[in-house]
T-cell receptor, first 112, second 112 residues
Framework: AQKVTQAQTEISVVEKEDVTLDCVYETRDTTYYLFWYKQPPSGELVFLIR??????QNEISGRYSWNFQKSTSSFNFTITASQVVDSAVYFC?????????FGAGTRLFVKA | DGGITQSPKYLFRKEGQNVTLSCEQNLNHDAMYWYRQDPGQGLRLIYYSQIVNDFQKGDIAEGYSVSREKKESFPLTVTSAQKNPTAFYLCASSILSEETQYFGPGTRLLVL
């Protein structure tokens, strides 16, 4: 069975702190996609990144970075120098299309 | 601008009433999806459609119905058989059924 675990329900940080959101997944598939989405208070899910299981290179996009480790089945997301606008619920997901399994989400509060 | 629109933003349902949530996309995506999100939880798949005039049940299809008469449109009807309809409903689309999903702004359904 496929599963995505985001063990951190809520995280609270002060602006400019770095924060890492954890994501652990389970799958028997040899080929799969991993995703991160951001859900701000407005409700819409915003796509952040997709990673193919064959590509274990870490990725950096501005203040965002992702660490994919197949050996530990983890796909962690780090925000560097957090800002108040980063406050949102972040979802990790596995699969793609109708096979997508979402984690329960991590709510991030960034205080000024 | 390409994107996904959902209407209305808020919808109120009376006991025994069927209501329909609209989802339209102009991204020329083949696949479309409906998800339900309950407070503090991840997304659960209700229905999906990979091509016009075809759709499949997701994990929680009971009490819901859909149609896909046009590529751009995938309306969801919440029937009176759905006993606990209060939730946030998100529509998504993707180029292919295995690809990244892009989401609309959501509809919040409340029961009077």
């Amino acid at each position: 069975a496929q599963k995505v675990t985001q063990a951190q329900t809520e995280i609270s940080v002060v602006e400019k702190e770095d924060v890492t959101l954890d994501c652990v997944y389970e799958t028997r598939d040899t080929t799969y996609y991993l995703f991160w989405y951001k859900q701000p208070p407005s409700g819409e899910l915003v796509f952040l990144i997709r990673r193919n299981s064959f590509d274990e290179q870490n990725e950096i996009s501005g203040r965002y970075s992702w660490n994919f480790q197949k050996s530990t089945s983890s796909f962690n997301f780090t925000i560097t120098a957090s800002q108040v606008v980063d406050s949102a619920v972040y979802f990790c997901a596995l699969g793609g299309g109708f096979k997508t399994i979402f984690g329960a989400g991590t709510r991030l509060f960034v205080k000024a | 601008d390409g994107g996904i629109t959902q209407s209305p933003k808020y919808l109120f349902r009376k006991e025994g009433q069927n209501v329909t949530l609209s989802c339209e996309q102009n991204l020329n995506h083949d696949a479309m999806y409906w998800y339900r999100q309950d407070p503090g939880q991840g997304l659960r798949l209700i229905y999906y459609s990979q091509i016009v005039n075809d759709f499949q049940k997701g994990d929680i299809a009971e009490g819901y119905s859909v149609s896909r008469e046009k590529k751009e449109s995938f309306p969801l009807t919440v029937t009176s058989a759905q006993k606990n309809p209060t939730a946030f409903y998100l529509c998504a689309s993707s180029i292919l059924s295995e690809e990244t999903q892009y989401f609309g702004p959501g509809t919040r359904l409340l029961v009077l």
